[in-house]
């Protein structure tokens, strides 16, 4: 059932603000993150990890670059992600104190089922972040940490996105706080930030009318590109990842400060670009250095549509759009720049006459090799 709404992804899309809260739901209390699931695996066990591996396809692997992140900042772990399919081909060094977490909507993806095996052959820890309930992942996995998203019927993931991103964000405070590498106070302020999320992600949906309207002028592009940096850099690739299935127009993501090392040279007369700004409340220095690959790609001829914290005026002069989304720490940012290109996409999508729901040559869960 739509629910009135023209596609799934669009119901899913709206249904962002609820699956984040019901990701937390149940896994804070009083400024403290403890995920039972990862308590049961002990707390001595995760003080001796010393290796985190994020597995996943899609964008499963895209959550998983944006959860690195935040788990090596609070965690202190090094954190590496792998695309689950190239994994096991490396011959991966893993140890009884490596820890996988494999990332699947639907706990059925084979690349990502056989990762895990392979792993848990080798000895290490595993945890799954999975959205579909007794899925085979998590049912094979020492610990399965659910989304609880609701059931994501779209072939194009919108919801289970945002809700992985939030699981991996509450399994690094976790890890933090029972390895004693993030204070009270970091902790504390990182669960305000989850309690303001929903409110945050309502408005970052009203975004859709100002993105209906960019997409019906642009509903004839052939490229378009996507920018960002830190945890803006994984969110461009996903803007990008959806556009190129729904929308079938060639799109590609970029780290900002790649930029000069080659894909600038893509840049022409009319070259539609997101970029994923910073705030540059939180991060000054990040702001300041993509306001400037704003200025670079601007003086080529692009067509920038900056997605910007609401406030920052600086882009005004370089943006030919501005798409404005509620203030958040830089961990919380990918959650609310996402939405306005879920929307893009959906929209470049529906003008071009496809089909959002069910895209050419792809499925949902992918259950071969
Ligand atoms: C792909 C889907 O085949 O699998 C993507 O088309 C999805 O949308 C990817 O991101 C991973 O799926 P899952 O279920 O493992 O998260």
Redesign the pocket.
């Known amino acids: 059932d739509k629910g009135g709404w023209s596609s799934f992804m669009a119901k899913e899309i709206t249904e962002q603000p609820e699956a984040v809260a019901n990701t937390v739901r149940g896994r804070v209390s009083a400024g403290t993150v403890e995920i039972p699931e990862l308590a049961a695996l002990g707390a001595e066990r995760l003080q001796t990890i010393d290796r985190v591996i994020i597995i996943?396809?899609?964008?499963?692997s895209y959550a998983g670059m944006i959860g690195a992140y935040a788990i090596e900042q609070w965690a202190r772990i090094p954190v590496e992600v792998q695309l689950s399919h190239e994994f096991r081909y490396r011959d991966p060094v893993l140890t009884d104190r490596t820890m996988v977490i494999s990332?699947?909507?639907?706990?059925?993806?084979m690349d990502?089922l056989m990762a895990v095996k392979y792993a848990i052959e080798h000895g290490a820890v595993t945890v799954s972040v999975c959205n579909s309930q007794s899925a085979t992942i998590p049912r094979e996995s020492d610990a399965a940490v659910y989304t609880h998203a609701g059931p994501e019927v779209a072939?194009?993931?919108t919801k289970?996105f945002t809700a992985q991103i939030t699981a991996l964000y509450l399994i690094g405070l976790h890890l933090g706080r029972v390895r004693g590498t993030i204070d009270a106070q970091t902790q504390a302020d990182a669960v305000q930030q989850f309690e303001l999320l929903p409110e945050k992600l309502r408005e970052a949906v009203e975004s859709h009318d100002q993105i209906a309207q960019l997409a019906h002028w642009m509903a004839d592009s052939r490229s378009v590109l996507f920018l960002g940096r830190h945890v803006g850099y994984p969110t461009a690739l996903e803007g990008a990842l959806k556009l190129k299935?729904i929308a079938y127009i060639h799109a590609e993501g970029f780290a900002a400060g790649e930029l000069k090392h080659g894909p600038i040279a893509l840049i022409d007369h009319g070259q539609p670009v997101f970029v994923l700004v910073p705030s540059p409340r939180t991060a000054p220095l990040m702001h300041s250095k993509v306001v400037s690959n704003i200025q670079e790609i601007r003086a080529r001829g692009a067509r920038v549509i900056a997605v910007v914290e609401k406030g920052d005026t600086s882009v005004l002069p370089y943006a030919d759009d501005v798409i404005r989304l509620p203030l958040a720490d830089v961990f919380f940012e990918p959650l609310l720049q996402v939405i306005p290109l879920q929307w893009f996409a959906l929209e470049l999508s529906t003008a071009k006459g496809l089909d959002v729901d069910q895209p050419r040559n792809?499925?949902?869960?992918?259950t071969v090799e």
């Open positions: 996943g396809c899609g964008t499963a990332v699947s909507q639907s706990g059925e993806t990502t072939v194009a993931s289970a299935e792809l499925a949902k869960s992918v």
